[in-house]
């Protein structure tokens, strides 16, 4: 009688076990090992036609990971670009889709430079740096002079959004000294500024538009108090 079952040796079957420590690195851990054995099969199989339809029977075995993106085009792309890379560009297949290379993988963005050019004074902001330096490149006029006041202006009206209390024209005018390099220069101007009462209450005014729009209105319930209620029947002292 022929054993249909073979019945396993307990110190074998301890002797096989796997451990994460031994196996090998999981390139894209979020589809298990087991399609990551699957791919290294695939890789190695000779006949060029059983391993392209490996390759397509893999890619919907990913798809039926996440059903209702399976027949989007852009993530089949996705699909395909995963399978090459857990394949450690190893796996020789035809793709309808440009094949990724492990050198644009291994590409580094570009340092992103930071935004605050001077951290000095930060409650002025960049906009007030690039006006500044547009100011220094104009000629000298009246359209030159025109500007120049309204960056003033600005400026006086960004350091009252930060120090509530007040600041006197001549700081303003030795900050914008400073910023433009020495070019703008209205220290010994007898230039005036908005006055600080009106550019506080402009503050406040702004502030308050900000936070009623971010924030949504609240109906009184005062007025359907008695809207949503039938009145109750009302007994009539006449009848009997």
Do not use: C
């Not at 096989?16 to 979020?30: F, G, K, Q, V």
């Amino acid at each position: 009688m022929n054993q249909k079952y073979i019945k396993e040796n307990a110190n074998d079957v301890v002797h096989h076990l796997e451990y994460n420590a031994e196996r090998s690195h999981l390139i894209i851990p979020e589809y298990g090992r087991h399609l990551q054995k699957l791919i290294d099969q695939a890789t190695v199989i000779e006949d060029a036609e059983t391993r392209n339809k490996a390759a397509k029977y893999i890619i919907q075995v990913m798809g039926s990971l996440n059903p209702h993106l399976r027949d989007v085009p852009d993530f089949q792309h996705k699909l395909w670009d995963q399978l090459f890379i857990m394949s450690d560009f190893k796996l020789d297949v035809q793709s309808p889709y440009p094949i990724p290379s492990r050198e644009v993988l291994q590409l580094k963005p570009d340092v992103l430079k930071y935004p605050q050019n001077f951290p000095k004074y930060r409650y002025y902001g960049n906009n007030i740096k690039y006006m500044i330096d547009v100011a220094n490149k104009w000629e000298e006029g009246e359209m030159k002079s025109a500007l120049v006041k309204v960056i003033a202006n600005h400026m006086k009206k960004s350091y009252l959004s930060w120090n509530k209390d007040t600041v006197k024209d001549d700081v303003i005018f030795e900050h914008l000294y400073e910023l433009s390099g020495g070019k703008l220069n209205l220290l010994q101007s007898s230039e005036e500024l908005i006055n600080t009462t009106d550019l506080l209450r402009t503050n406040k005014r702004m502030s308050n538009k900000t936070s009623s729009s971010g924030q949504p209105k609240i109906q009184s319930n005062k007025n359907n108090k008695g809207q949503g209620k039938q009145k109750p029947f009302q007994k009539n002292n006449n009848q009997k």
